[in-house]
């Protein structure tokens, strides 16, 4: 499923599988974003400090085509 060679095996924070890429955008400390992998149990625990701080997130289990329909239905 995870072919992709630039998707890491394991997640930032933890030995499980990332199923999501959160891009924290820069900050006053950090002049650039910083891509975070995260497993589905971390990434649910931590969604709420993740938007708070502005992230975006890419879902890593959608596959492009399941990407698309799921921003045409967001978009009507
Ligand atoms: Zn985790």
Redesign the pocket.
Known sequence: MFTDPSVPSR?C??P?RPVVRVIMPPTAERTHPVDLW??G??YRASLHALLAAGATVEDLTLTAEQAEAYHAAAAV
């Open positions: 997640a924070c933890c499980a995260l497993c149990h971390h």
